[in-house]
């Protein structure tokens, strides 16, 4: 006897997840329950016997869908809007069932050779260029901890630094890592400014194009320039002195796939390191992050070793020797399956799109007394505010949120708070917008 009917249980399954997508419009965007809701209605303890799937089923609707926030919801206006697309859905069922563990080549030849393809890929639609070796990590916040990790080796220094405005996981890794970061304060248009740092003693700085809160750009070309020209490296093989620059365009990384939108990618051919989320704003389900590095060999060094029992006449090529993992997920076969399903054509049009929405509400901000906008608006984000006390802000979120009908959140800039309203899933349209707009200011009003 097994499990579950593969078939049935299957069927049902998909049939779930077909019915959620169609309706996840109407549920409420951001989840109505409070903190241990959810604990308090499951067992404490796994059952002895078997249940049907059913049941798991059944439990799904009853019990965990009241407390989902719906990230599929045309309404996720929040942090960065992301989208699991239907491609990336099924490869996800797909990749399951095989269960590839590649921690060596020959342990699954097809996802380390689809990987090292469809990320190589990925590298030729962004522009970025030749030569550059490029795996796929979970999250960002791995892969700029495997390029601290690389730069550290490199340089045998121990300090990063990164703009006030670069993403937590920056100083997150660095921690992890013991090692002390410094963050340079921004310009007026919040990007990291670097003149007056000394770098000589700086393992890596980490410059982001499009940060967290206000999808600002740092000054990518300057930051490699200075980067490479302090300091000297220890390793004696190394080609050139310099402090490693790694690039995290973990949500904005994807505009590149539009030509217009490369003004942002201006000098990242000079980077040691790079990463980009397909899991933000190309379509692809979490997770799946992307590192690249012009290093590959140093890089290597850095992570390659290998036990007995994975050493193998073949000698062939194995990425758990570039990062801190040994087993990997079959992550490259949702991001084929994404980049085919799609194409680089509709992806454009889907980018494009979302910015045109983030300027449609820049639009309605800019002209009206009512609201103000805080930072440039760049790639799909808006930041702006309601006129009027902080305090009034942080109502205004918290009573917009609640309505169910749309999910933005919030940052600080200088102290002040700051409404954001970020576009990134693929249901999203003009109408989705407008109605953001209107709850606010419906609810602005009462
Ligand atoms: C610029 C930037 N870097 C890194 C991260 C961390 O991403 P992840 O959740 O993949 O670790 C984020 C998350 O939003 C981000 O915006």
């Not at 030509?259 to 692809?284: F, Q, Y």
Request: glycine fraction near 4%; proline fraction near 4%; include cysteine.
């Amino acid at each position: 006897m097994t499990e579950v009917d593969f078939r049935e249980d299957g069927a049902a399954a998909l049939e779930w997840a077909a019915r959620y997508l169609e309706r996840v419009e109407q549920l409420p965007v951001l989840a109505q329950v409070r903190p241990g809701e959810v604990s308090e209605r499951l067992p404490r303890s796994a059952p002895e016997r078997p249940e049907p799937f059913a049941d798991v089923l059944r439990d799904l609707d009853e019990l965990l869908l009241p407390a989902l926030t719906n990230w599929q919801h045309p309404r996720f206006f929040s942090y960065f809007a992301v989208t699991a697309s239907e491609p990336g859905i099924l490869a996800e069922l797909i990749a399951a069932t095989l269960n590839q563990v590649a921690i060596v080549w020959r342990a699954s030849p097809a996802s380390t050779e689809l990987e090292l393809r469809v990320v190589d890929w990925v590298r030729q639609l962004l522009g970025l260029p030749d030569g550059w070796h490029g795996h796929i990590e979970d999250t960002a916040s791995t892969s700029t901890l495997a390029a601290l990790i690389a730069a550290r080796h490199v340089t045998g220094r121990n300090v990063v630094v990164c703009s006030e405005h670069a993403h937590s996981s920056v100083e997150k890794d660095a921690r992890m890592l013991g090692m002390e970061v410094r963050k340079a304060p921004a310009d007026q248009e919040l990007r990291m400014r670097v003149e007056g740092y000394d770098l000589d003693d700086v393992a890596a700085v980490v410059a982001t194009v499009g940060t967290t809160s206000f999808t600002s750009v740092d000054p990518v070309r300057e930051l490699a320039e200075r980067a490479h020209a302090a300091g000297t490296w220890l390793h004696v093989d190394a080609a050139y002195a310099g402090t490693w620059l790694h690039v995290d365009a973990a949500y904005a990384g994807t505009s590149w796939i539009c030509e217009e939108e490369r003004w942002s990618a201006d000098g990242v051919e000079l980077a040691d390191s790079l990463t980009v989320n397909p899991h933000k704003w190309m379509l692809v389900p979490m997770d799946c992050s992307l590192v690249w590095t012009a290093r590959p060999d140093e890089w290597r060094e850095a992570f390659s070793l290998v036990p007995e029992y994975l050493r193998t006449s073949d000698d062939a090529y194995a990425l758990s020797e570039y990062g801190p993992a040994l087993g990997r997920r079959f992550r490259s076969f949702k991001l084929w399956a994404v980049l085919r399903c799609y194409g680089a054509e509709r992806l454009r049009a889907i980018v494009r799109e979302h910015i045109r929405l983030a300027e449609l509400f820049t639009g309605w901000v800019e002209e009206s007394d009512e609201w103000e906008l805080v930072a440039p608006q760049r790639f799909s984000l808006v930041c702006f505010r309601r006129v009027g006390t902080d305090e009034e802000n942080e109502r205004l979120l918290e009573r917009v949120n609640a309505s169910g009908e749309i999910f933005i959140n919030h940052t600080k800039l200088d102290g002040s708070y700051v409404l954001r309203l970020a576009i990134g899933n693929v249901r999203t349209t003009e109408v989705d917008v407008r109605r953001a707009w209107e709850v606010l200011n419906e609810e602005a009003r009462r």
